[in-house]
């Protein structure tokens, strides 16, 4: 077999880049010999390097010489390549069979499963030596692609009028939020660092907003957050924006779904995000404030007002904020960051889109078994109990419940593996006569018993199930949260360092 | 006291609606199932109706592949040489 080696070409911003990176890392670790040529600077190389933990060896190509000598189009571009480096094969984007097909192609087993949360394929961006350079003028009414965007308008209160009240019927939902005056948006600019205050960062669906940095702050001034708080409301605002979140969908469906941030990694010590007792609830600045500045970024930026196009059917609290933190000093396994492909020690945001939690008690049970046989009864209620496959679940384990299910052994895996294979429906649910959500989709669904019962899984795979460890170290309480729809034709859990 | 607008502040683009049709007879309609559970039940019916009572010269039947996201530019593509669209919206 001739010497093969494979080269990627990346972009530092290019979403699906990201998306490719720790797929290459897995190809490295199995003796591939990687490398990577990134198109942009040495400083975003340096950080793009260290966020995503690249463990493969990256050159740069500053005036754009191998582009065009290889003609790249899109980023990412995986090429196999012989030893005087002709081209073997060439794969343009994301595509989980092709790095399949490129690892075999190296003798090495598959990086890619169906059921990482990943789509199966995505799109890459434009090779930077292609890329339009858009200019100030003529720019159309919806441009979703400069990266430079309009200056915010300045409003002058007349003399008497009352700030709060002119926010309240101007801007924000339905609380009072704190006046975006020009002195306290500077701060939180300028805590963004030396950056064009007109930087495109992300469009919010569903209206395609744009959210400069500029109105990022006046949006953080608002729901309270200080200064600092930029450098988490940067990433979540592109996080929110990615396509495979699907925010579009989410700010549009009458289901209860909100958006669920999930912070990890040391940002929550420097920012003093709360991770212990009360996580879901009010009792720290960083949370709320982060929570509710996405909140008013989606409402103020993207559009999607509540009764105007937000139209849930009951809506959840979550929609004024929805913020925690793991408790990663009680969590024996690796944090969620981790597991989500990012280093342990960079922080990182993740969204999922939640119905409200649902609290699972277990005070008696002294094994991880009798622990687990309780949230998983509650897992198999998500979404509507005899509906299967169609939701995943966040579950939020609080430390107590964390301690004996570590203490009997179990990893991480184990508990995920143990709820899949214990969160079902029993079979004689379904005899109803009646039409009922869940009964046209008999058919899918996989036959498993569970104690002795025929039952239905609800799951589709360990992988629906996420676990995150938070809380207050005591009371048995755990949470589990459902998801909206999911995968591909719903919305996918994103995960960004910060 | 002076503020920065924190809204959007592009003006939305403004959409018409396409000319009305003063007759169905002759004329090709899509029907648009955004897949929610139903769709197809009702723009069956409709179907048959335009087809029988109506004389429509020709049906496009187009199927979005999830409701939850915006139609993707083949569904569009499918509609775009109809008179008129009916879409087939909730459960």
Redesign the interface.
């Known amino acids: 077999m001739p010497t093969l080696r494979l080269l990627a070409i990346l972009q530092t911003d290019c979403p699906t880049c990201r998306l490719i990176t720790p797929y290459l890392n897995a190809l490295a670790a199995q003796s591939i010999p990687v490398s990577a040529i990134s198109q942009d600077g040495e400083d975003s190389t340096r950080e793009f390097m260290r966020q995503m933990d690249v463990r493969f060896p990256v050159e740069r190509d500053p005036g754009f010489d191998l582009a065009r000598r290889f003609n790249v189009v899109t980023v990412p571009t995986l090429y196999v390549l012989d030893e005087q480096d002709r081209i073997v094969r060439t794969e343009p984007g994301f595509d989980k069979l092709a790095l399949n097909e490129i690892a075999a192609l190296f003798g090495q087993l598959p990086v890619a499963s169906a059921h990482d949360g990943a789509p199966e394929s995505k799109p890459g961006c434009t090779s930077r030596h292609l890329e339009a350079h858009t200019g100030d003028a003529g720019a159309a009414a919806l441009d979703l692609y400069s990266t430079r965007g309009k200056a915010a308008s300045v409003i002058d209160l007349a003399d008497g009028e009352d700030p709060f009240e002119y926010c309240y019927r101007a801007f924000g939902d339905a609380l009072p939020v704190v006046p975006p005056t020009i002195e306290r948006v500077e701060q939180a600019l300028r805590a963004a660092g030396d950056r064009d205050r007109r930087e495109v960062i992300a469009r919010i669906p569903p209206c395609y907003g744009e959210a400069t940095l500029e109105k990022i702050a006046a949006n953080a001034v608002m729901a309270g957050c200080r200064p600092e708080m930029m450098r988490v409301l940067i990433p979540l605002t592109r996080a929110v924006a990615d396509e495979r979140f699907n925010a579009h969908g989410m700010q549009a469906t009458t289901h209860f779904a909100a958006p669920l941030v999930v912070v990890n990694g040391p940002v929550r010590h420097e920012l003093g995000f709360h991770f212990r007792q009360n996580v879901f609830s009010n009792v720290a600045r960083s949370n709320s404030t982060l929570g509710r500045a996405l909140q008013l970024i989606l409402v103020n930026i993207g559009g999607a007002r509540p009764s105007a196009i937000d139209m849930s059917a009951l809506g959840n609290p979550g929609k004024f904020s929805f913020c925690i933190a793991e408790n990663e000093e009680e969590n024996p396994w690796e944090p969620w960051h981790v597991e989500r492909g990012l280093a342990r020690d960079q922080s990182a945001v993740s969204l999922v889109t939640c119905e409200a939690p649902h609290g699972v008690s277990e005070h008696r049970s002294r094994t991880a078994r009798g622990v687990l046989k309780a949230i998983a009864y509650a897992l198999s209620t998500v979404w509507s109990y005899r509906s299967c496959l169609g939701a995943e679940a966040l579950v939020v384990l609080c430390p107590e419940h964390v301690r004996t299910i570590h203490r009997d052994g179990f990893r991480k895996r184990d508990v995920r593996e143990f709820l899949f294979a214990n969160a079902g429906v029993p079979v004689r649910c379904y005899a109803d006569p009646e039409p009922f959500e869940g009964a046209d989709q008999r058919t899918m669904y996989k036959e498993i018993t569970i104690d002795g019962e025929p039952c239905y899984q609800k799951f589709r795979s360990p992988e629906s199930i996420q676990i995150v460890v938070a809380g207050g170290t005591a009371g048995k309480f755990s949470a589990v949260l459902g998801s909206w729809l999911t995968g591909p034709r719903g919305s996918q859990m994103v995960t960004y360092p910060v | ?13 403004a959409a018409s609606l396409a000319p009305r049709l003063s007759r169905l007879e002759g004329m090709t309609i899509a029907l648009l199932d955004i897949s929610k ?1 139903g769709g197809n039940i009702f723009l069956d019916r409709v179907e048959h109706r335009l087809l029988n009572e109506r004389r429509v010269a020709a049906v496009i039947r187009v199927t979005k ?2 409701f ?3 139609a993707p530019p083949e569904s569009l593509e499918k509609i775009r040489h109809a008179d008129g669209v009916i879409e087939a919206l ?1 459960d």
Request: hydrophobic letters at 40%; glycine letters at 0%; aromatic letters at 0%.
């Open positions: 006291m002076r503020l920065v607008n924190p809204l959007n502040e592009n003006a939305p683009v559970p592949p999830t939850a996201k915006p909730a």
